[in-house]
Each structure stands twice: as C-alpha cells, then as structure tokens.
C-alpha cells in the first residue's frame, strides 16, 4: 500500500499521541518537548492538538492503516516553524520524511509565508542531511534545547518562492 499524508483532525487524536510520544521516547534529545512532561496529557489536551486548537498543525503519515510519521508547524513570531518530525525507526529510509516536509512547506507558502524556519541540533547528522536535502540552509542562530542546555540547536531556512 502506498504513503498517505493527512492533516491532523479531531478523530486522530490516539494516533497523534502514541507516534508523539514514541517519538519522544526514541529520539528525546531531538524535541523542545520531554517524554516525561507529555505523557501526563489528558485525553482531552490531545483531541485539542489533534483538532488544531492549539498553535501547531500536524501531519501524519499513514502505510497500511498504520501511523508511521509525523511533522507539525507552529508560527512563531510571524514565521512558520518546521517542528516534530520524526519518522518510525521501521519506516526510516523509506521516502517517507520527505513527503512529510512537503505538506509543511506547502502549507506554510499557502498561507503567504516566504520562508520556513526550523532548529536542529548539527550533530544530528541524519536530520541535518534530511534537511539540506530539501533546501534548507543553516542560519547563525543558535539556541540551547530547554530541557538539555548542553545541546546547542541551529536555525535552518527554507525560502518558499
């Protein structure tokens, strides 16, 4: 069966919160967000995320009725953040990151953004690739992850004309 990429709805809520929070447990130096601190959401804190009641937007990707990716968007200071992406270790490899970064970027163009923000850790080699891939370029800003202050994040971006 071939990749689907589908907007997060209410109805999606359980399968955002299980890949958000194995995504967490598997890569927990990658996100702003720790596994500890989102595992303790209600229900009803996930159906709102889902639903798109909360600042950011996500996107999951679907292989044989099975969720196996996920990217999300938030707007920060009047720019579009590429935040959340993170694919199923099974799945990685496979084109699924890329379609995934497509729906953000697409997303963030129709709304009459220019550019597409994100921050990744240098170290991160695969994601770094990932990105560079799909046109983003590093940026001279620099900023600690909250949770892990030893790690040193930078600014990548993407322009959208």
């Excluded at 270790?89 to 496979?94: E, L």
């Excluded at 800003?141 to 993407?158: A, D, G, S, T």
């Amino acid at each position: 069966m071939s990749l689907e990429i589908t907007l997060c709805g209410a109805a999606d809520w359980a399968e955002l919160k299980v890949i958000r929070l194995a995504a967490l447990l598997d890569s927990p130096l990658a996100f702003g967000l720790r596994h500890a601190d989102q595992v303790k959401l209600s229900d009803a804190d996930w159906q709102a995320r889902a639903a798109g009641q909360t600042p950011a937007r996500y996107w999951l990707a679907w292989q044989d009725g099975r969720v196996i990716g996920l990217i999300g968007m938030v707007w920060v200071q009047q720019h579009p953040e590429l935040i959340a992406m993170w694919v199923h270790p099974d799945a990685r490899g496979k084109g699924v990151a890329d379609p995934l970064i497509a729906q953000v970027l697409q997303h963030a163009k129709a709304a009459g953004a220019e550019h597409v923000h994100l921050l990744v850790s240098p170290d991160n080699q695969a994601a770094s690739r990932l990105y560079l891939r799909n046109g983003f370029v590093w940026q001279d800003v620099f900023q600690p992850l909250e949770h892990q202050p030893e790690i040193v994040l930078q600014q990548m971006v993407r322009a959208l004309c």
